[in-house]
């Protein structure tokens, strides 16, 4: 009976996954045997590793597709994003990092004019790599599409102020339009593996996709920091202009690099959602808690319709938004309000009208069938004694 070599059957079975070095000849058989099965155990290692963070942390978790997403985001009116540094060296709380002031500086001047900014602003961090588009210290701003460039520590107080509060162009530098769709994708590992797990893949399926598509001037993919919602990684944020040129904020969960070519096809190029994956979007209204129900959603079957849920976008929210009076498809922030306002306060006192009418007549329609007769009964005791009461009278 023949028996298999031990060691000639775990190479074998390593060469199906890796590919052995060539080594100079002048090494004895023996040690060349030696380093290429030391290696091709290193990457058989690295290999399982892999796989376990990828059951662990990645797209093969057991939480996968476990919640419903709708409903998962925040209500919020404005998405301002920092180009800063690179996820390896954000901290877990960069908003609170002593070493990293610029965000930190950023994050409590938003946060100490809270009351005076007319829009709930989300602050994130997003990739900065020097001499590209997205350099650190630029600001990018969603739903404006308004990038300014170079912002420094000593102008962050002004910057807030200028283009936050008031609504103004800064005073200190001068806002460029960002065209094209913008795709961010949360790689925060420092904050959660499971993000830095799924977000350099992503980004990596989303570059290679975008190539293939010839779409390099029009979306641009970036790692960004914390947005909330761990465990529904991959989780992806897609700033882009709807069917009617409106630019609006979608969240994903669950996303895996299977999605990303639908994310392209359909949402981006298509304006379709694709439900199942739909964690909300910016501007939900705020006494829902940016939640929205699936019978809110268009048809009950977003994926056939080319509208966005819920469309609250830049011209909808034309009253309230603060940023750059520069901005795209005809958005300007600096507009007065005060006639929609006017608008809306009449319909509202129209329809709190309504219901008080409404309400009266459902009182009275609850009035049970006894209850009115007796008060016709009584009525008519009242008209019988005022009839008897005047007889009487007439004959004294």
Known sequence: MRIAHTSRSLISAAAHCVVFPTFPLSLSPNLNFALAFAMASEDLSTLANNNEDDEKYGFQRSEMYKETLAGT?????????LCYKSPEAWPSRVEGSESDLLPKLLSSAIKARKDGIPLKTNLTLCEGREGTDFSDGDVLIFPEMIKYRGLKDSEVDSFVEDVLVNGQPWASGVGEVLTGSH??????????????VCGPVLIEKFKEEIDSRGLKDQVFVSPCSH??????????????????????????????????????????????????????????????????????????????????????????????????CQGANGFNCCRDGSLEQNSVSEENKAGHEKKGLGKLSCQIGSWEQSDVLTAIAVVGAVATVAVAYSFYRRSG
């Open 73 to 81: 985001v925040g209500a919020y009116g404005r998405h301002v994003f």
């Open 183 to 196: 795709v961010f994708v949360c790689s925060h590992g420092s904050r959660d593996r499971r993000c830095g």
């Open 227 to 324: 947005i909330g919602g761990h465990k529904y990684a991959g989780n992806v944020i897609i700033y882009s202009p709807g069917p009617d040129g409106k630019i609006m904020g979608h969240w994903y969960g669950y996303v895996t690099p299977d999605d990303v070519p639908a994310l392209l096809d359909q949402h981006i190029e298509k304006g379709e959602i694709i439900e199942h994956l739909w964690r909300g979007q910016m501007g939900a209204a705020d006494e829902e808690g940016g939640k929205v129900d699936k019978q809110n959603l268009p048809n009950g079957d977003v994926k056939k319709s080319k509208k966005k849920p819920e469309e609250i976008s830049t011209q909808s929210d034309k009253d309230n938004v603060a940023g750059c």
